[in-house]
């Protein structure tokens, strides 16, 4: 990585011609990461319109000692120390990928929420600048860019970068979108920004911790009042039968173009049920949900922090039908806010008191869907917020549509037969997850369990994700 040392104290000038030589590089197509940008980060918003208040044009970087040492985001903006917890090199590397933005890309639910919260909210993003955290290829960039911003910076740490360049020139975008590489937390920005966009949704919503960045993004370059694309999100966890995976997985085996193979079942059971491992599925009925889920963890992009983030605690108590119980499964939603109104028609089934959201549905359509206050907190993703009519969802719930990031299952040691007679047994614990303290892209949860079976059988098992 190329160190600009000295460059502490910039004009405005400057700094947009350095944000010009980011964006040419892409186009001189040189592969090495070499242009990461190392500044002092500009002080927060209100601490520069005083500074240009008396000074026009200028701004006094050196005063702006306000990046804390001890602080995680120190700790995010400077992984290139003796350890790097961020594991930023293999982090990056893998996003270079073409294959994993084709699974992301043509992940159609995923992308058409982008799509059409982008491109329905029209009123929100003419004129607006825009900060698209980790571009990828630079697909939300160019929706915003269509949608009419005035002009989106579009970040990437990753080789692809160069290749967002190349979209945004083909599609006559190069004025408006600066591509610029380098880790969002090393670039000086010429500008504040009106609202930032990202991806950074991981398996089990927060694997690859990519939520900090945005989170710093958040608290350095974003306007008073600005807003974030998506602005809210949670986890669910509820207990599952997984029928159809165990089908899938293990009883394949026992008839296989007419060859009797089920002496294979135990083998492929045991490597199913290794401890430690959680498994990716989608589950495709969601009646294989046995109970009401619990909401896990709730982030409201508005407010969270990256401490707030770093470990969640929670009880549960499930009550569970007779049959088949596998362990668990979690999967999550997320909200965009500020859609324009009147997106689609309003269903005729809709009366007075309910009101109109929108979803994506397993077509990756939008959809109206009409609500009423007292369902906010049914269902397999209740809100934890007061839904407005111009909100859209993207549930990744069981029966609700696959997407790459399926469900996350924390399968079971063993199958569970549950006969509890006429009564529902309880399934009750706690749940933990906490940041890797090391690695701190992963995380461990961790889960303590009873199950009122006769005799009660408790369990203890800790996953790394
Ligand atoms: C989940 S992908 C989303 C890509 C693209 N926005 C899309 O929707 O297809 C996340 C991207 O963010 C980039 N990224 C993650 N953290 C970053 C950071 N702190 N600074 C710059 N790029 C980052 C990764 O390299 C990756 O390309």
Redesign the pocket.
Known sequence: MKMVSGEVSKTKDTILSIVGEIGDQGNEGNNEITNDVYYELPPPPDFVQEQIQEEPGKTNFEQAEWVDPNSNYYASAHTEGVQDTYEDVEY?SS?SKMSI?HE??FDKRRTAV?FHAISKSKDFFKDKVVL??????G??SCFCAKAGAKRVYA????D?AYNAELVVERNGLGDIVKVMKG???HIAFPEYVDIIVS??IGSFLIFES?LE?VIYARDHLLKPGGVLFPSKAALYFGPVNVESYYEKHINQWENVFGLDMSCLVPMAREELLENKTIRNYYIENSTAVLDKPITLRVLDLNKITIKDLSKTVSNFDFKIPNGKFHGFAAWFSIWFENLDNNLADRPSTLEKDDFIYYVINKEGELVAKDYKHDQMDKGLTPKFFELKSNTLELSTAPGDGDTHWKQVLFLHPVEKHINNQDEKTSISGTIRVCQNYHYRRHWFVELSVSCKTKPTHHYYEKYLI
């Open positions: 990056f996003y933005h992301m890309v982008y698209d955290v980790g571009c990828g290829t697909i939300l970040v990437d740490a990753s692809m880790k969002l937390e991806e950074w990519m960045s």
